[in-house]
């Protein structure tokens, strides 16, 4: 091979290789930064673009689609110092290539990052019942937390979503043992004014029962008093007819208990008639 055969092959390779160096096709959804000689000169747009070569260089590729950034799970501590496992997922866009590159060195590092701290931060300020119901109210806190340094990494935070928000496994069992020491506690409670009722009516029952049976005596002595003034009042100073009563009184008595098996004795006053006189004339004196 000729040198002159050489020159052409390295001439033709020398342009082939430019025009390729030259030539940035760019597909949808992404954008290039292009620098020349190591400082920015500007962004490549979808679709066809030339470059200088060897003076311009693409630096960086950047996806302008939504990006989808998994937080990692992490331990936050509430204000009441109960443990907590929360993590999240962001929907960020990047609206300004040139200050997601070169504000900072990782976006999407540094986004997430700034959804952990300020997850914790958030968090902290929260009880535990507090944090464990109000999701809604932490994402919308977090969102409006990190749009501003989002802005300024040309970054737009589309959403922040809290994947899980759960106790710690020893922050379960304690509550746990809360939950069943309130319901242990509760049934003692139960049980101890179910028996102070129980006691209560006990009490009111005797004390309803004490005041009929008082009744009830009082009600069976004016019925006697009115038996004897009325008897007082039929009979007079008569014996016959007392002597009479009292005889069928001691009549039935004693057929009452004869008709027992057991033996009985009966002990009557020595002289039944004067004794009967005796108890007449007093009740007719009162």
Known sequence: MSDAMVVVLAILVFVVVTIAKGVRIVPQGEEWIVERLGKYNGTLRPGLNIIIPYLDRVAYKLVTKDIILDVQEQEVITRDNAVILTNAIAFVKVTDPVKAVYGVVDFSEAIRNLIMTTLRSIIGEMELDE???????????????????????????????IQDIRPSESMQKAMEQQASAERERKAVVTRAEGAKQAAILEAEARLEASK???????????????????????????????????????????????????????????????????????IARR
């Open 131 to 161: 944090a464990l119901s109000n999701r809604d109210k932490i994402k919308a806190r977090l969102r409006e937390s990190i749009a501003d340094e989002a802005v300024d990494w040309g970054l737009t935070v589309k959403s922040v979503e």
């Open 212 to 282: 009929r049976d008082a009744n009830a005596q009082v009600m069976l002595a004016e019925a006697s008093a009115e038996a004897i003034r009325r008897v007082t009042a039929a009979v007079g100073t008569e014996t016959a007819p007392m002597m009479f009563l009292l005889g069928e009184k001691y009549i039935a008595s004693m057929e009452r208990l004869g008709s027992h098996d057991n033996a009985k004795v009966v002990v009557l006053p020595a002289d039944l008639q004067e004794a009967v006189r005796g108890l007449v004339g007093s």
